[in-house]
Nanobody
Protein backbone atom coordinates (compact mmCIF):
# COMPACT_ATOMS: atom_id res chain seq x y z
CA UNK A 1 0.00 0.00 0.00
CA UNK A 2 1.32 3.41 -0.95
CA UNK A 3 -0.03 6.87 -0.23
CA UNK A 4 1.85 9.53 -2.17
CA UNK A 5 1.19 13.08 -0.99
CA UNK A 6 2.16 16.05 -3.10
CA UNK A 7 1.38 19.71 -3.66
CA UNK A 8 3.06 21.30 -0.69
CA UNK A 9 5.27 24.34 -0.95
CA UNK A 10 5.97 27.87 0.19
CA UNK A 11 3.12 30.37 0.00
CA UNK A 12 2.42 33.79 1.43
CA UNK A 13 -0.25 34.31 4.06
CA UNK A 14 -3.63 34.59 2.40
CA UNK A 15 -2.61 32.33 -0.44
CA UNK A 16 -3.85 28.91 -1.49
CA UNK A 17 -2.52 25.43 -2.12
CA UNK A 18 -4.05 22.14 -3.16
CA UNK A 19 -2.61 18.96 -1.76
CA UNK A 20 -3.11 15.62 -3.47
CA UNK A 21 -2.68 12.11 -2.19
CA UNK A 22 -2.66 9.27 -4.69
CA UNK A 23 -3.30 5.85 -3.24
CA UNK A 24 -2.30 2.46 -4.60
CA UNK A 25 -2.37 -1.09 -3.33
CA UNK A 26 -5.84 -1.03 -1.78
CA UNK A 27 -9.45 -0.68 -2.87
CA UNK A 28 -9.62 3.10 -2.57
CA UNK A 29 -13.41 3.28 -2.43
CA UNK A 30 -13.41 1.01 0.60
CA UNK A 31 -11.53 3.49 2.78
CA UNK A 32 -12.26 6.83 4.36
CA UNK A 33 -9.41 9.28 3.95
CA UNK A 34 -7.97 11.84 6.28
CA UNK A 35 -5.45 14.63 6.36
CA UNK A 36 -3.33 15.35 9.42
CA UNK A 37 -0.53 17.81 10.03
CA UNK A 38 2.44 18.10 12.32
CA UNK A 39 4.29 21.31 13.08
CA UNK A 40 7.79 21.30 14.59
CA UNK A 41 7.67 20.49 18.28
CA UNK A 42 3.96 19.70 18.20
CA UNK A 43 1.90 16.55 18.08
CA UNK A 44 0.24 15.38 14.91
CA UNK A 45 -3.23 16.89 14.65
CA UNK A 46 -6.34 16.15 12.65
CA UNK A 47 -7.18 18.46 9.76
CA UNK A 48 -9.99 16.90 7.71
CA UNK A 49 -11.53 13.60 6.69
CA UNK A 50 -13.90 12.31 4.05
CA UNK A 51 -16.05 9.20 3.95
CA UNK A 52 -15.68 6.39 1.43
CA UNK A 53 -18.22 7.81 -0.97
CA UNK A 54 -17.35 11.43 -0.29
CA UNK A 55 -20.79 12.11 1.13
CA UNK A 56 -19.56 13.04 4.60
CA UNK A 57 -16.73 15.31 5.61
CA UNK A 58 -15.20 16.32 8.91
CA UNK A 59 -13.00 19.32 9.70
CA UNK A 60 -10.94 20.55 12.59
CA UNK A 61 -12.18 23.87 13.94
CA UNK A 62 -9.06 25.87 12.94
CA UNK A 63 -9.56 25.04 9.25
CA UNK A 64 -13.35 25.14 8.91
CA UNK A 65 -14.40 27.49 6.16
CA UNK A 66 -10.88 27.67 4.71
CA UNK A 67 -10.02 24.06 3.79
CA UNK A 68 -12.01 21.65 1.63
CA UNK A 69 -11.42 17.93 1.40
CA UNK A 70 -12.59 16.00 -1.65
CA UNK A 71 -11.89 12.72 -3.41
CA UNK A 72 -11.99 11.20 -6.86
CA UNK A 73 -12.51 7.47 -6.52
CA UNK A 74 -11.87 6.95 -10.22
CA UNK A 75 -8.38 8.40 -9.76
CA UNK A 76 -7.69 6.88 -6.32
CA UNK A 77 -6.89 10.37 -5.10
CA UNK A 78 -7.90 12.56 -2.19
CA UNK A 79 -7.40 16.32 -2.22
CA UNK A 80 -7.13 19.10 0.32
CA UNK A 81 -7.82 22.57 -0.98
CA UNK A 82 -6.40 25.14 1.41
CA UNK A 83 -7.45 28.78 1.10
CA UNK A 84 -6.69 31.85 3.21
CA UNK A 85 -3.57 30.20 4.54
CA UNK A 86 -2.06 31.46 7.78
CA UNK A 87 1.46 31.11 9.17
CA UNK A 88 0.05 28.76 11.83
CA UNK A 89 -0.91 26.35 9.03
CA UNK A 90 2.79 25.67 8.50
CA UNK A 91 3.39 21.95 9.00
CA UNK A 92 4.06 18.66 7.31
CA UNK A 93 0.75 17.38 5.98
CA UNK A 94 0.03 13.66 5.92
CA UNK A 95 -2.74 11.72 4.23
CA UNK A 96 -4.06 8.52 5.76
CA UNK A 97 -6.55 5.76 5.00
CA UNK A 98 -9.02 4.13 7.39
CA UNK A 99 -11.72 1.50 7.21
CA UNK A 100 -13.56 3.21 10.07
CA UNK A 101 -16.73 5.24 9.59
CA UNK A 102 -16.74 7.30 12.78
CA UNK A 103 -14.31 9.13 15.07
CA UNK A 104 -12.36 10.22 12.03
CA UNK A 105 -10.27 12.75 13.96
CA UNK A 106 -8.45 10.00 15.87
CA UNK A 107 -5.12 9.10 14.26
CA UNK A 108 -5.19 5.60 15.79
CA UNK A 109 -8.06 4.52 13.53
CA UNK A 110 -6.01 5.05 10.38
CA UNK A 111 -4.25 1.99 9.01
CA UNK A 112 -2.06 3.46 6.29
CA UNK A 113 -0.11 6.72 6.13
CA UNK A 114 1.67 8.69 3.45
CA UNK A 115 5.11 10.21 3.74
CA UNK A 116 4.00 13.82 4.18
CA UNK A 117 4.38 17.02 2.21
CA UNK A 118 5.72 20.28 3.65
CA UNK A 119 3.53 23.37 3.67
CA UNK A 120 5.16 26.64 4.70
CA UNK A 121 3.16 29.85 5.00
CA UNK A 122 5.15 33.06 5.30
CA UNK A 123 3.78 36.16 7.00
Amino acid sequence: VQLQASGGGLVQAGGSLRLSCEVSGLIFGGYAMGWFRQAPGKEREFVAAISRSGGRTWYADPVKGRFTISRDNAKNTVYLRMNSLKPEDTAVYYCAASSAVEMMSRPDIYHFWGQGTQVTVSS
